[in-house]
């Protein structure tokens, strides 16, 4: 009977540290995705912000639509504000 009790133990004892294993697994998987998430959001900090001049709104260079008018190079948030830039001009 006394063995019988002892390996009970022993397999809640395992089952116990095999659990809190997989809990820190997890939990430093997480950390290390919201890290890569950190580094991603500090690189888009501190790319370049231009102006669409057609809403106002600031859009960084590497996703900015870009048109190049009488010699100049403009910058638009989305096809719609390009467009509404054209239509405008003269």
Known sequence: MKSVLI???IFFL???LRRAFEAKRA???GE???SRAAETHVRAE????VLDTVCGS???ISSAIKSSEGGRTVFF????CRKS???GSP
């Open 14 to 16: 395992v089952l116990a």
């Open 85 to 87: 830039f054209r239509a």
């Open 7 to 9: 390996l009970i133990a």
């Open 32 to 34: 290390a995705s919201a």
């Open 77 to 80: 948030c989305s096809e719609e």
């Open 27 to 29: 939990r430093s998987a």
């Open 46 to 49: 501190s790319e370049e912000m």
């Open 58 to 60: 600031y859009v960084p």
